[in-house]
C-alpha cells in the first residue's frame, strides 16, 4: 500500500528508484518488485515539486499508481496517451523528462500546468478544458489505423469529466468505428461504484487476459454456425458479468469493460494494463482512486487541496490582504437578490467553489443546480427556465462559456430570454496559461443581438451591474476577472446602473482613455503622468455613444483599454461607431494581441500585454511623438 505523509517537505527528498527513471524508457528497466516503492518516491517528490511552485495538488497525487502503471505497460511515447482535462499530468511530466524543469511550473517561460504538445513528445494532445481526451485518443486510433500502424492510444478521464455530453459522443462513436483504443475512467470520487476489492481485481485480470479473451472468439465462431445461438451467448454473457461487475452501460455502447479495479494496486494496475493493450476493439477499464492520495490532509479534504499555492519560506511575514475576491462578490450578490426574489434560481456547471456558489447553495438549495460538466445543457437549462418565468444566474468561466456559445446564440438571444451570464475568469488567469484564459469574450458576445454586455472597474461597479443584468429585459452578461479587487466601498442596496451610460473619472487634455473594465486604476496612474482624460465605460454594449462623441470632439486621441482581445472587442465597437459617424479621429487600442499569451504571474502578462500603467504611458506617448501619417494630417 502507499505510504501516507502528513507534511510537503521543504528540501528536495531522497528518491533514488526515481533517479534512475527520469524517461519511460528507463521506467521499463526497472523490476516489477521496484515499481511501489517507486511510486512512494514520485508521490513525494511531487509533494516537494508542488509545495515550491504551487499548482495543482490532489489529482496528481491521486494518479500516481496509474501513471507508472501505463508507462510501464506502454511504449510511449510511440503509445500515444491523452489526459483528459490535464489538473493530474505532474507525475507524468516528472516521469517523462521534466523533473528537473518542474521548479519552474506556471512560471514565465516554465514547465505549464497543463499537457502541451509543444512541451513535450509525451503530451500528445494540449488539454485544459474537460472531456475531449477520447474523441482526441480516437482520432489518433482512427489515424494510426489509415497509416498501417499498430502503435494503442489511450485515453484517461476522470469521473467528473465523463459527465459532459462529449465525451459520450466518443464512446459511441468509437464502437461503431470499431477502434482498436483503450479508455481508462479514473473514478476518484466513488460516483459510480464502490465495489472494489479482492474479487474485483480477480475479475478484472481474467476478463481481460489472452486466454479469456481467446475462449471467447472462439465460441463465436462455433456459435455463429446455430441460428440465434451467438445472441443468446452475448446477452448470457453481458448479464453475467453485469451480476459482477459494474459496466453494463459501457458494454451496451460496444466497449469491452473491466473493472473496477483499485487504482493504487501496482501488480493489479500492470497486469491488466498489459492485458489489454493486446485486446482488439475498444476497451474500457474502470479504475478507483483516491484524490490527494499519500497526503493525509489531501485525503480528508480533497476539494480544498485540489490546487495549492507555494509554501511562504520559513519565517516570512504574513501576505497583506486586499479587497474582496470579484467571485466572493458575485457570491454575496446571488444571496441576497436571492432573497429578495423568489423567481432566481443559480446555474453552474461544476463550478461551485471556484465561482463562489457554496453559500448560495447551501441556503437555497432548491434553486441550486450544479449541471456537472455540461456547459451546453447550462445554458440551454437556464433558456427553458427563463421561458416559464424565472430569472436564471448562469455562473460560469469566460473560457467555458465558449463551449456554450451556440446555445447562447440558438436559444438564449434569438428568443430574447431573460438570463444573466456572471462571467469568471474573465481576461488573463496568469498561471493557467490560455486554455483557461477569458481572451474573448467581448468579442463573441458583442457581435450577438439582444446582448446587454458590461465590465466593471471594481467590486462595487460588479454588484451594481450584476443586479442591472439580472433586471435587464433579455440576455445580460457581466464578465469580471478572477483574483481580489482594489477594494472599494461596497453599497449594501441592489441598487442597478442606468443602461448604456459610462462615467468620466478623471478630466485631461488632448488624450481620452476610454477603460473597459478593471485597468481603470492603471489607467488613472498613467493619466497622471499624461494629464490624460479618463473614462469608466461601463457598458460594452449599449456603447455609450453619445460620451464617445462628447469625448471625439474634446481631445486630439481616444485609446481604448481592455483585457480582451484586440480584434473585436470594445475598442472595436468604439471605432466602428466613430467611422459611422464620419469622425476621422484617431484611435490607439490597447488589449490583447491577436496570439496566445504564455502562463505567468498575472501582472508579468499584464506588463507583456501593455496593459499596466507603465505600458499604457508608453503607449500613448510612442503615438504621440510618432503618430502614423493619418494621425500627423489632423
Known amino acids: ?32 518488485a521496484e515499481l511501489e516503492e517507486l511510486a512512494d518516491e514520485l508521490r513525494l517528490d511531487l509533494l516537494y515539486t508542488v ?46 523528462g521534466r523533473r528537473a524543469q518542474m521548479l519552474t511550473l506556471r512560471q514565465k517561460d516554465g514547465v505549464a500546468a497543463f499537457p502541451r504538445r509543444s512541451e513535450s513528445p509525451y503530451d500528445t494532445f494540449g488539454v485544459g478544458h474537460s472531456s475531449t481526451s477520447i474523441s482526441a485518443a480516437l482520432g489518433m486510433a482512427i489515424a494510426a489505423r489509415m497509416q498501417g500502424n499498430s502503435r494503442k492510444s489511450v485515453a484517461v478521464i476522470g469521473d467528473g469529466a465523463l459527465t459532459a455530453g462529449m465525451a459520450f459522443e466518443a464512446l459511441n462513436h468509437a464502437s461503431d468505428v ?9 473514478d476518484n470520487d466513488m460516483s459510480i461504484s464502490r465495489n472494489v476489492g479482492g474479487l474485483s481485481n480477480y475479475l478484472a485480470k481474467l476478463l481481460s487476459s489472452r486466454t479469456y479473451a481467446h475462449v471467447r472468439e472462439g465460441g463465436k465462431k462455433v456459435l455463429s454456425r446455430l441460428p440465434g445461438a451467438l445472441e443468446i451467448a452475448r ?157 436564471p444566474v448562469v455562473a460560469i468561466y469566460s473560457t467555458f462559456l465558449q463551449r456554450g456559445y451556440d446555445q447562447l446564440i440558438h436559444d438564449v438571444a434569438v428568443q430574447n430570454l431573460d438570463v444573466l451570464f456572471a462571467i469568471d475568469r474573465a481576461g488573463l488567469v496568469g498561471e ?20 446587454l454586455i458590461m465590465t466593471p472597474s471594481d467590486e462595487n461597479e460588479l454588484r451594481r451591474m450584476l443586479t442591472t443584468g439580472y433586471l435587464f429585459e433579455g440576455p445580460a452578461a457581466v464578465r469580471y476577472p478572477r483574483g481580489s479587487g482594489p477594494n472599494a466601498q461596497i453599497e449594501p442596496e441592489l441598487k442597478p446602473l442606468e443602461i448604456g451610460k459610462g462615467v468620466i473619472r478623471r478630466e485631461g487634455k488632448r488624450v481620452a482613455l476610454l477603460v473597459f473594465g478593471v485597468q481603470l486604476a492603471a489607467a488613472l496612474t498613467a493619466a497622471e503622468r499624461l494629464n490624460a482624460t479618463v473614462v469608466d465605460m461601463r457598458f460594452v454594449k449599449p456603447l455609450d455613444e453619445a460620451l464617445v462623441r462628447e469625448l471625439a470632439e474634446s481631445h486630439e486621441l481616444l485609446v481604448t483599454i481592455e483585457e480582451n482581445s484586440v480584434m473585436g472587442g470594445a475598442g472595436s465597437a468604439v471605432s466602428e461607431y466613430l467611422s459611422a459617424e464620419g469622425y476621422a479621429l484617431p484611435t490607439l487600442h490597447l488589449g490583447l494581441p491577436d496570439r496566445y499569451v504564455e502562463h505567468a504571474k498575472p501582472e508579468e502578462m499584464l506588463a507583456e500585454c501593455g496593459l499596466d500603467a507603465t505600458g499604457i504611458e508608453r503607449a500613448v506617448r510612442t503615438r504621440l511623438l510618432d503618430p502614423p501619417k493619418a494621425f500627423s494630417a489632423v
Not at 491521486?62 to 511515447?77: M, Q
Not at 470499431?178 to 479514473?186: E, F, I, K, T
Open 1 to 32: 500500500m502507499p505510504k501516507t505523509f502528513h507534511e510537503i517537505p521543504r528540501e528536495r527528498p531522497n528518491t533514488p528508484l526515481l533517479d534512475r527513471a527520469s524517461t519511460p524508457a528507463e521506467l521499463r528497466r526497472l523490476g516489477e
Open 51 to 96: 509545495g515550491q511552485s504551487g499548482g495543482h495538488f490532489g489529482a496528481g497525487l491521486g494518479v500516481v499508481e496509474l501513471t507508472i502503471a501505463l508507462h510501464y505497460a506502454f511504449d510511449t511515447p510511440d503509445d500515444r496517451l491523452v489526459w483528459d482535462v490535464g489538473h493530474q499530468a505532474y507525475p507524468h511530466k516528472i516521469l517523462t
Open 178 to 186: 470499431g477502434a482498436n483504443m483503450l479508455v481508462v475512467l479514473n
Open 235 to 391: 446477452r448470457t454473457e453481458e448479464h453475467a458479468k453485469g451480476m459482477l461487475v459494474q459496466g453494463t452501460l459501457f458494454e451496451e455502447l460496444g466497449w469491452n469493460y473491466i473493472g473496477p479495479i483499485d487504482g493504487h494496486d501496482l501488480p493489479t494496475l500492470v497486469t491488466t494494463l498489459r492485458n489489454m493493450r493486446d485486446l482488439e476493439g475498444p476497451q474500457f477499464l474502470h479504475v478507483i482512486t483516491t484524490k490527494g492520495k499519500g497526503f493525509a490532509p489531501a485525503e480528508v479534504d480533497p476539494i480544498g487541496y485540489h490546487a495549492i499555492t507555494k509554501l511562504d519560506p520559513l519565517g516570512a511575514p504574513p501576505k497583506k490582504s486586499g479587497g474582496p475576491k470579484y467571485s466572493a462578490v458575485f457570491g454575496q450578490w446571488l444571496c441576497d437578490m436571492a432573497a429578495s426574489d423568489e423567481r432566481l434560481a443559480g446555474i453552474t456547471p461544476a463550478m461551485k467553489e471556484g465561482s463562489d456558489l457554496v453559500a448560495f447553495s447551501e441556503r437555497f438549495p432548491d434553486r441550486y443546480f450544479d449541471v456537472a460538466i455540461a456547459e451546453q445543457h447550462a445554458v440551454t437549462l437556464a433558456a427553458g427556465m427563463a421561458c416559464e418565468g424565472a430569472k
Open 432 to 451: 493557467d496559461g490560455p486554455t483557461h484564459a477569458g481572451s474573448f469574450d467581448l468579442s463573441y458576445l458583442r457581435c450577438v443581438p439582444n446582448m
